[in-house]
């Protein structure tokens, strides 16, 4: 099995591999079924026949695609789309309008507004299906190049780039929710003998087997792992106190000592092991992301100064 579909990477970067949907939002009821029956044959389907009933939809059931009538008594469809927009959850989905309006105007404003496509009612059952099947297509190009820039491409697991973005996030979520955030920096101990002694390929393996092991021990839905550098990784926890940290630190050591990959060159043990840096810090009471960071990598390097194969917190 290739590593990148069963390494557990971020439920984000999953997102893709799921079946497409699409939810239609048409006040009039058989008009939403009709649709809905059309673009069944391609893919789950859903309506909403309310524009609030709408807005909800898109927020549960994560749509890859919205069709969105236009004429709808309490909101409109600019207006649906407007706040479809304006909400970062939805903001992403692509939006198809199909309207009976007659104004031609209609068709001007909703694609300046950055819709997807305009199609007018009554449709032609093969232009619509055409429609949506290009649509969807695009929709599942974009996520998987999502995806992929998202990606550590020898492991699976998340990058750098997508660990400092997802850091900065959670470092502002905690400082509005006044909670804990916690890191910990992992490095895998005497490496560059593994590599002499071994070869890359296996010290390849090695470190997809070392990912895939710590990427095992996270279980709680913001949790994530990414490749931070060659042979160092790092999990964001937010919401996290330095105790539960420091449990899934020992949880990690144990479940890479368990892999039990041999390393005869190693200082700390004959297998393969990692030092690890504990952090858990309040971020309203720090000004910057990047200091915990630079807490935790100052324990690891007191863990590496300590004999390597320990945790400091
Ligand atoms: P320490 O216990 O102090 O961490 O020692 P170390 O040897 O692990 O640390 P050092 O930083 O000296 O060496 C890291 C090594 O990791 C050197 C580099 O060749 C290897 N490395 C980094 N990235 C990769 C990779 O993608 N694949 C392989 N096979 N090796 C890598
Ligand atoms: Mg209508
Ligand atoms: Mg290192
Ligand atoms: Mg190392």
Same mark, same amino acid.
């Given at each position: 099995?290739?590593?990148?579909?069963?390494?557990p990477i971020?439920?984000?970067?999953?997102?893709?591999?799921?079946?497409?949907?699409?939810?239609?939002?048409?006040?009039?009821?058989?008009?939403?079924?009709?649709?809905?029956?059309?673009?069944?044959?391609?893919?789950?389907?859903?309506?909403?026949?309310?524009?609030?009933?709408?807005?909800?939809?898109?927020?549960?059931?994560?749509?890859?695609?919205?069709?969105?009538?236009?004429?709808?008594?309490?909101?409109?469809?600019?207006?649906?789309?407007?706040?479809?927009?304006?909400?970062?959850?939805?903001?992403?989905?692509?939006?198809?309008?199909?309207?009976?309006?007659?104004?031609?105007?209609?068709?001007?404003?909703?694609?300046?507004?950055?819709?997807?496509?305009?199609?007018?009612?009554?449709?032609?059952?093969?232009?619509?299906l055409a429609?949506?099947?290009?649509?969807?297509?695009?929709? =599942?190009?974009?996520?998987?190049?999502?995806? +992929? @820039?998202? $990606? #550590?491409?020898?492991?699976?697991? /998340?990058? %750098?780039?997508?660990?400092?973005?997802?850091?900065?996030?959670?470092?502002?979520?905690?400082?509005?929710?006044?909670?804990?955030?916690?890191?910990?920096?992992?490095?895998?101990?005497?490496?560059?003998?593994?590599?002499?002694?071994?070869?890359?390929?296996?010290?390849?393996?090695?470190?997809?087997?070392?990912?895939?092991?710590?990427?095992?021990?996270?279980?709680?839905?913001?949790?994530?792992?990414?490749?931070?550098?060659?042979?160092?990784?790092?999990?964001?926890?937010?919401?996290?106190?330095?105790?539960?940290?420091?449990?899934?630190?020992?949880?990690?050591?144990?479940?890479?000592?368990?892999?039990?990959?041999?390393?005869?060159?190693?200082?700390?043990?004959?297998?393969?092991?990692?030092?690890?840096?504990?952090?858990?810090?309040?971020?309203? =009471?720090?000004?910057?992301?990047?200091?915990? +960071? @630079?807490? $935790? #990598?100052?324990?690891?390097?007191? /863990?590496? %100064?300590?004999?390597r194969n320990?945790?400091?917190?």
């Amino acid at each position: 099995m290739p590593y990148a579909s069963w390494l557990p990477i971020h439920p984000q970067l999953l997102s893709a591999t799921q079946a497409q949907k699409v939810l239609v939002i048409d006040d009039v009821e058989i008009n939403a079924a009709l649709i809905a029956s059309v673009v069944g044959t391609l893919c789950d389907v859903q309506t909403a026949t309310s524009s609030q009933k709408g807005l909800e939809m898109a927020l549960q059931y994560h749509p890859d695609l919205i069709l969105l009538d236009v004429l709808m008594p309490e909101m409109d469809g600019f207006e649906v789309f407007r706040r479809l927009q304006n909400e970062p959850r939805t903001a992403h989905i692509p939006v198809i309008f199909l309207t009976g309006i007659s104004d031609a105007s209609a068709e001007e404003v909703g694609l300046n507004m950055g819709a997807a496509d305009f199609i007018a009612k009554p449709f032609r059952t093969a232009v619509l299906l055409a429609r949506v099947r290009n649509h969807l297509q695009l929709a =599942q190009q974009r996520n998987l190049l999502e995806r +992929l @820039s998202h $990606a #550590d491409g020898l492991t699976g697991i /998340a990058n %750098r780039r997508y660990f400092n973005t997802m850091l900065t996030r959670e470092f502002s979520r905690m400082q509005r929710h006044n909670q804990p955030l916690a890191l910990l920096m992992l490095d895998v101990d005497d490496f560059k003998a593994f590599n002499d002694h071994y070869g890359h390929v296996h010290g390849d393996e090695c470190l997809q087997q070392v990912a895939h092991a710590i990427a095992q021990c996270l279980h709680r839905p913001g949790d994530m792992v990414a490749r931070y550098g060659g042979e160092e990784f790092v999990c964001l926890l937010p919401d996290t106190t330095l105790d539960g940290a420091l449990k899934l630190a020992h949880d990690i050591q144990a479940a890479i000592a368990a892999l039990r990959l041999p390393h005869v060159q190693a200082q700390a043990a004959a297998f393969v092991t990692v030092s690890i840096g504990v952090a858990s810090e309040l971020p309203h =009471q720090l000004g910057h992301s990047q200091q915990i +960071l @630079s807490i $935790a #990598d100052a324990r690891l390097y007191r /863990a590496k %100064r300590g004999g390597r194969n320990r945790i400091v917190s």
